[in-house]
């Protein structure tokens, strides 16, 4: 039997994990709700990647692979709020969404985006 295993995550990965998810919405308090992740490490990850703790890797990972594809809390309007502000402050510094990633490449330093992922302001679909 072969077995694939995946990279181990990376400071850059977790990074582009956290990022992906407040493309989202998914705001650090939002995610250490869903997950238990500190909400004070999320932020540190969203602004360095060198300042993650090695011990946060996998866990965030974990979050990542939980919260990908799911919509953050919007119940309340502050919640709303805060989801939309997230969404905002990823798209201001051109943060990609989880989609954008390929599982394989996402810790790797060179493992960046695909091409193209980047949504147009096309509001038709082409014929």
């Known amino acids: 039997m072969n077995h ?12 582009r994990r956290l990022r992906a998810l407040a493309a989202l919405g998914w705001t650090p308090e939002a995610v250490h709700s869903a997950t238990g992740l500190a909400a004070d490490e999320i932020r540190r990850g969203l602004a360095d990647a ?4 090695a011990s946060l890797h996998p866990a965030a990972a974990r979050a990542y692979d939980q919260l990908w ?13 805060s989801a939309q ?3 905002q402050h990823a798209q201001r510094r051109g943060w990609a969404p ?10 790797q330093p060179d493992g960046g985006p695909a091409p ?4 147009t302001s096309r509001t038709t679909i082409p014929a």
């Open 4 to 15: 694939f295993a995946s990279p181990a995550p990376t400071g850059i990965g977790t990074q």
């Open 50 to 53: 060198r300042r993650i703790p």
């Open 69 to 81: 594809n799911t919509s953050p809390p919007t119940c309340t309007p502050a919640e709303q709020d």
């Open 85 to 87: 502000a997230s969404r």
């Open 98 to 107: 989880p989609m954008a990633y390929d599982d394989d490449t996402i810790d």
């Open 116 to 119: 193209g992922w980047r949504r």
